[in-house]
């Protein structure tokens, strides 16, 4: 059996210039791969830095959804079972949407797949192929197969070294799908298991966590980063702002190698705060805790979200204005994407404040209807916030001349800095 895994893109490039490189590959599916038995030929496209060839003689297709990337995964589930091949469609936004997606594919894959996937395979081969597979609670997460990385194409992607040790978090905030898909649980790897896949990835590259929070259970941290300091290595990971209230736990995430992280501070007001279901940041704190994380040389990349129900239309402004006096390294500013699954999205819909269920447009639109502010006032806020924190007498106050990892710092600023200033 000949099984083809996809990973629709993210912006559909027709016969237009394609990017040469992605910023991670899909690691997700390399995970699918690895979990298929070894006589199934099983092969990978990443649409985010190659063409799908539609034509090639395959059997069966599997094909990872996010609601971003739904209409461009449609399209391509239904091409291929227009030419008679087996389709699988799995990832989070069908796990919220099962019967929207089943309406593109032979059968849909509800939840994590361990336990599902080789159930899909063995049906696939016998001829028995069910319209639905769901797993039935959550996976535990010792003996998982080591992701197959060798079926990414070399050289396509700017983090090459990407690894999980977790899933899940441990809080519940308004606007993340990642609670609602993991069943509000936080599961570990056995160390042992995380540091035979750490012994595998390519020497000296910067290691990126994926995990959504690798600090959620601070024990499990502390055994991890003990444990990786004999790899020297360095990396980068997402964190919850509580790192810096463990001053042990913090120590041994720069002794390790850490060298940055993407910490979620979404508002400096702490109203905000509350209603995103964010308890465990505290506003007023952030000084501190900043102050801290920077004192162990680990750069922040933090990210805030503009726009929410609380929000006036200062907020651009201050948010802004507090990164910078913060001397944050890099930082996101969005605007609140209603993702299926959530809380936000639910009760966005309940109060028929949504402007459209075009999933290509979510993350790359304002799709609702603010409460303090016009959707208007809201985009260009959202375009002045962006292109002020990365002017270049920004990033030079933030960052000057004399940082650890100044090259590594200028030039993501710079990247973002031409990015953001093609803002329509």
């Given at each position: 059996?000949r099984l083809r895994l996809i990973q629709?893109?993210?912006?559909?490039?027709?016969?237009?210039?394609?990017?040469?490189?992605?910023?991670?590959?899909?690691?997700?599916?390399?995970?699918?791969?690895?979990?298929?038995?070894?006589?199934?030929?099983?092969?990978?496209?990443?649409?985010?830095?190659?063409?799908?060839?539609?034509?090639?003689?395959?059997?069966?297709?599997?094909?990872?959804?996010?609601?971003?990337?739904?209409?461009?995964?449609?399209?391509?589930?239904?091409?291929?079972?227009?030419?008679?091949?087996?389709?699988?469609?799995?990832?989070?936004?069908?796990?919220?949407?099962?019967?929207?997606?089943?309406?593109?594919?032979?059968?849909?894959?509800?939840?994590?797949?361990?336990?599902?996937?080789?159930?899909?395979?063995?049906?696939?081969?016998?001829?028995?192929?069910?319209?639905?597979?769901?797993?039935?609670?959550?996976?535990?997460?010792?003996?998982?197969?080591?992701?197959?990385?060798?079926?990414?194409?070399?050289?396509?992607?700017?983090?090459?070294?990407?690894?999980?040790?977790?899933?899940?978090?441990?809080?519940?905030?308004?606007?993340?799908s990642v609670s609602a898909f993991f069943?509000?649980?936080?599961?570990?790897?056995?160390?042992?298991?995380?540091?035979?896949?750490?012994?595998?990835?390519?020497?000296?590259?910067?290691?990126?966590?994926?995990?959504?929070?690798?600090?959620?259970?601070?024990?499990?941290?502390?055994?991890?980063?003990?444990?990786?300091?004999?790899?020297?290595?360095?990396?980068?990971?997402?964190?919850?702002?509580?790192?810096?209230?463990?001053?042990?736990?913090?120590?041994?995430?720069?002794?390790?190698?850490?060298?940055?992280?993407?910490?979620?501070?979404?508002?400096?007001?702490?109203?905000?705060?509350?209603?995103?279901?964010?308890?465990?940041?505290?506003?007023?704190?952030?000084?501190?805790?900043?102050?801290?994380?920077?004192?162990?040389?680990?750069?922040?990349?933090?990210?805030?979200?503009?726009?929410?129900?609380?929000?006036?239309?200062?907020?651009?402004?201050?948010?802004?204005?507090?990164?910078?006096?913060?001397?944050?390294?890099?930082?996101?500013?969005?605007?609140?994407?209603?993702?299926?699954?959530?809380?936000?999205?639910?009760?966005?819909?309940?109060?028929?404040?949504?402007?459209?269920?075009?999933?290509?447009?979510?993350?790359?639109?304002?799709?609702?209807?603010?409460?303090?502010?016009?959707?208007?006032?809201?985009?260009?806020?959202?375009?002045?916030?962006?292109?002020?924190?990365?002017?270049?007498?920004?990033?030079?106050?933030?960052?000057?001349?004399?940082?650890?990892?100044?090259?590594?710092?200028?030039?993501?600023?710079?990247?973002?800095?031409?990015?953001?200033?093609?803002?329509?």
């Amino acid at each position: 059996m000949r099984l083809r895994l996809i990973q629709p893109a993210v912006a559909f490039y027709g016969g237009g210039r394609r990017p040469k490189k992605a910023l991670f590959p899909p690691l997700g599916l390399a995970m699918i791969a690895a979990l298929t038995p070894p006589d199934v030929d099983v092969s990978l496209t990443d649409e985010n830095i190659e063409a799908i060839d539609f034509h090639e003689n395959t059997d069966v297709v599997g094909i990872s959804v996010l609601t971003i990337t739904a209409p461009r995964a449609y399209k391509i589930a239904d091409t291929f079972m227009a030419r008679g091949v087996k389709v699988v469609l799995g990832g989070v936004h069908v796990s919220f949407l099962p019967d929207e997606a089943a309406r593109h594919a032979d059968a849909v894959v509800i939840g994590e797949a361990e336990k599902t996937w080789p159930r899909v395979v063995a049906d696939l081969k016998a001829d028995r192929l069910q319209p639905r597979y769901q797993q039935e609670g959550h996976p535990p997460l010792s003996d998982l197969p080591i992701p197959r990385r060798s079926l990414f194409r070399k050289g396509a992607y700017f983090f090459n070294n990407t690894l999980a040790a977790t899933r899940g978090c441990p809080y519940s905030c308004s606007f993340c799908s990642v609670s609602a898909f993991f069943g509000r649980t936080y599961r570990c790897r056995p160390v042992a298991d995380v540091l035979g896949e750490l012994g595998a990835l390519e020497r000296g590259k910067l290691l990126f966590f994926i995990d959504d929070n690798i600090v959620g259970n601070p024990g499990f941290a502390k055994q991890l980063f003990r444990a990786m300091i004999p790899y020297h290595m360095k990396w980068l990971g997402q964190a919850t702002v509580t790192i810096a209230r463990d001053d042990e736990l913090l120590e041994l995430a720069a002794a390790s190698g850490c060298v940055g992280l993407l910490v979620g501070f979404e508002s400096t007001s702490q109203a905000s705060l509350v209603a995103l279901g964010k308890k465990a940041n505290r506003a007023d704190e952030y000084p501190n805790e900043i102050k801290k994380i920077h004192s162990k040389g680990i750069a922040i990349h933090g990210t805030f979200i503009v726009g929410l129900d609380e929000d006036d239309a200062g907020v651009f402004e201050r948010t802004v204005r507090f990164a910078q006096t913060m001397r944050l390294e890099s930082a996101g500013f969005a605007f609140p994407t209603p993702l299926p699954g959530t809380d936000l999205y639910e009760s966005l819909d309940q109060e028929r404040r949504l402007v459209t269920k075009e999933w290509s447009r979510y993350a790359r639109e304002i799709v609702f209807e603010p409460r303090m502010m016009s959707r208007e006032t809201l985009r260009t806020g959202h375009k002045w916030a962006l292109q002020e924190f990365f002017r270049l007498s920004s990033i030079l106050e933030r960052i000057g001349l004399a940082r650890r990892n100044l090259v590594m710092l200028w030039i993501l600023n710079l990247v973002q800095r031409a990015h953001y200033g093609r803002l329509p």
